[in-house]
């Protein structure tokens, strides 16, 4: 990559990825990194900055999460965070211990240090803390740059270009966080704030041409955000070398199949086979009810489908050798790719389901990007805001809101449902305000009246979330008349649902889906 890029080094923090984008929100690029990264990849991003991460284990721990002490010694500015501080003072000789007072929520404090970091900052600063150990000596060489009334909060050594705070400047509650940031890349690293929506399109452009030469490609397409942006992007580069691929596999949205189509081919210009293999799908999906094998299966099926596919381009245009998907960076990190000690959550079709034996190279041309980047890089492609505005929906479609068994009188009755819910949002203009609004169908059925008669139907619950990238997600206060209009509108129009509950689960601790 020819633009400027910090590495962050992930030791399991839960703000991890909410650095990513503080810094890339400066249009300076980063990657996140697992702490157990060798040498060889950090220097294969050519960073001009390294920064390391909070995390949960304490640096003296048996299982602490190990990392080569010798990314100090690069000779490139390093940002500790919170365990990042304790991280830098343990391996530099220093002594870090369980805090007497541990810290956690928001504290003040105080800069003692004329330090490029804090450059600009106010002396007191209100800042978030999230540890309970605590730096008690530091290594050779450091001094003290800030502090709470309980413990060290900042530590400096210029002269090996080596920076580290024990608050968390990402996040909102540390009120100049972000000017912090802002300090370490551009007054310490030196960065050029190049990362733009023309400058990656250009640079993707350019290298997705040079990667495919004059070879066919395929892209699969969902109808949704990610796969659209995607075959746009690839399809400026090669053309008509470029044929989309939209599958039915059973578990899309009512009437899903067809409007995909004529959005992708008359607003988008794209070429694109529908191929309904509905039948294939929920064939392979009788019996199963855990979520993981759900998603494996989709995975693994979709890619039969389009070697099936490409075998039959490949008679008319001799040959394909590529496969475009629209993975996004929250896949990749979801899915363990990037992640060293934090757990996988769940695996993404994209990245979690790929069989061994593919026989297509892959084009992710998103891979490195947040959801709302991907939007952003829509519109400069001048696409359709009514295709960049829908929400997301996930790759395995109706099959990971069917909780147990996905058959089709279960699929059949989730989209009747998910289209009212989806409908009466859209009528309270509430559908562009929100991450994701749908329907789940949960496999309890309770007891219901209906005309005088006993009913004993199965439960629906709607969930609507705000989020910014699907990283983290807040539930919506939906408005009681819509609340009310929805729930009134499924138990009398769809016939097998007699009852609706809705989520009010934030991420984390839940998944904005239910599998």
């Not at 998910?418 to 949002?425: A, F, G, P």
């Amino acid at each position: 990559m020819d633009t400027s890029s910090i590495v962050i080094l992930d030791f399991g923090s839960q703000y991890t990825q909410l650095i990513a984008r503080r810094i890339r929100e400066q249009n300076v690029f980063s990657v996140v990194l697992p702490c157990t990264a060798p040498i060889e990849a950090i220097n294969a991003q050519k960073p001009i900055g390294i920064i390391l991460s909070g995390g949960p284990c304490s640096v003296y721990d048996a299982d602490a999460p190990p990392s080569d002490p010798r990314v100090l010694a690069l000779g490139l500015p390093v940002l500790g965070i919170c365990y990042g501080l304790q991280y830098i003072t343990h391996h530099l000789g220093g002594k870090v211990r369980s805090a007497d007072k541990r810290e956690y929520g928001q504290a003040d404090v105080t800069l003692i240090d004329d330090t490029p970091l804090f450059d600009g900052l106010k002396p007191t600063q209100t800042v978030w803390m999230s540890h309970g150990d605590e730096a008690l000596e530091l290594p050779e060489g450091f001094h003290l740059t800030a502090k709470t009334a309980n413990a060290v909060a900042g530590i400096a050594n210029p002269e090996k270009r080596i920076w580290a705070v024990q608050f968390h400047p990402e996040v909102h509650h540390t009120r100049q966080g972000t000017a912090l940031l802002r300090n370490f890349l551009f007054k310490i690293c030196n960065a050029t704030p190049d990362w733009t929506a023309e400058h990656f399109i250009q640079s993707t452009i350019t290298a997705i041409r040079h990667k495919v030469g004059g070879g066919q490609v395929i892209c699969g397409l969902s109808g949704g955000v990610d796969s659209a942006v995607a075959a746009v992007l690839v399809h400026r580069a090669v053309g008509d070398q470029l044929t989309c691929i939209f599958v039915n596999n059973g578990v899309l949205r009512k009437h899903e199949f067809f409007k995909v189509q004529e959005s992708m081919r008359d607003k988008l210009g794209l070429k694109v086979v529908a191929v309904d293999a509905s039948g294939r799908f929920l064939g392979k999906l009788v019996g199963v009810s855990d979520p993981e094998t759900k998603r494996k299966i989709i995975g693994n099926e979709f890619i039969e489908v389009f070697d099936d596919e490409a075998k039959r381009i490949a008679e008319q245009s001799g040959g394909v050798d590529w496969l475009v998907q629209g993975t996004l960076y929250p896949d990749v990190i979801e899915s363990s790719s990037v992640k060293g000690p934090s757990q996988t959550i769940k695996s993404h079709h994209n990245v979690g389901g790929l069989p061994e034996t593919m026989k297509l190279k892959l084009i992710e041309p998103l891979r490195d990007l947040f959801k709302d980047e991907v939007r952003r890089i829509g519109r400069d492609l001048k696409m359709p805001e009514e295709i960049l505005q829908r929400q997301p929906f996930p790759g395995p479609g109706l099959a990971v809101r069917i909780l147990g068994e996905v058959t089709p009188e279960r699929v059949a009755l989730l989209q009747e449902a998910d289209e009212i819910v989806v409908t009466e949002i859209r009528a309270a203009g509430l559908y562009q305000q929100i991450w994701q609004s749908f329907a789940v169908l949960l496999p309890v059925k309770s007891v219901g009246v209906m005309g005088d008669q006993r009913t004993y139907a199965y439960t629906c619950a709607i969930r609507a979330v705000h989020s910014e990238d699907g990283m983290t997600a807040d539930w919506v206060p939906l408005p009681y008349e819509v609340l009310k209009t929805i729930s009134s509108r499924i138990v009398n129009e769809v016939r097998g649902i007699n009852r609706v509950v809705y989520d009010i689960t934030s991420k984390p601790p839940g998944t904005i889906e239910w599998e």
